[in-house]
């Protein structure tokens, strides 16, 4: 019981089910601000243009007794819509604008491949060539000779 119990703490430690866990209660939250606003501003727009109280009563069809509802497939695409936009410029832009701003101050990264990993080639070659065996590893390409 003791090593579930372990095994449990280290996954909900674990820096993804928190990442996870932030992206949820974000994304509920989002949500909840994206519906006060459809409610409260779009809805009453649809209701002045088309005369239905929200998108879910627009292009509303009965075949043989059945209710079709196009307006509720569209009221549920523009809710996702409003949220995606919404995460999108106020979370995901800044975040993105923060790493660029971060990455102008870090070093370019190394040439490669390294001056230590060409000492290690050379090496390896010296080596297999004593051994008489070839002068690359199985798998890996030859390096250009040097000068």
Do not use: W
Not at 7 to 31: H, M, P, Y
Not at 38 to 58: Q, S
Not at 131 to 138: H, I, N, T, V
């Amino acid at each position: 019981m003791k090593g579930v119990l372990n095994g449990f703490k280290e996954f909900v430690l674990r820096g993804n089910a928190i990442d996870l866990a932030v992206g949820v209660v974000i994304g509920t939250a989002f949500s909840a601000i994206i519906t006060s606003v459809v409610d409260g501003l779009i809805n009453p727009l649809i209701a002045a243009i088309f005369g239905e109280p929200d998108l879910t009563g627009v292009g509303n069809f009965t075949i043989n007794g059945a209710l079709f509802s196009l307006g509720l497939i569209l009221d549920a695409v523009f809710k996702f819509l409003c949220v995606a936009i919404a995460l999108y410029f106020f979370i995901v832009l800044p975040m993105n604008h923060l790493a660029a701003m971060r990455k102008q101050n870090v070093e370019p990264e190394p040439e490669a491949p390294a001056e230590d990993v060409l000492v290690l080639q050379e090496i390896r070659d010296l080596l297999a060539a004593q051994a008489g065996g070839p002068s690359a590893a199985p798998g890996r390409p030859t390096p250009p000779p040097t000068v």
